[in-house]
């Protein structure tokens, strides 16, 4: 049996340059708790076929400009 997962990635934009970070977690639950509190632009939540969950802005204190 596969265990099921799902990978939150979060996009930052750095001196113009979009950088991204993924974070796995064992629920869909769990990644979006974390992926909405989480400071970034915005973030995608993927499940553990890599087939797209959900997409969403992130928790931003600061503008890009």
Known sequence: M???FHRVRTHHW???ILKYIDHSFES???ALRFAS???CDNF???DGNDKLKH???GK???TYA
Request: no cysteine; proline share 0%; hydrophobic share 30%.
């Open 37 to 39: 509190a989480y400071e």
């Open 2 to 4: 596969v265990e099921e």
């Open 28 to 30: 869909f639950e769990d």
């Open 55 to 57: 997409s969403s802005h």
């Open 14 to 16: 750095i001196k113009g």
């Open 44 to 46: 995608k939540i993927f």
């Open 60 to 62: 931003k204190t600061e």
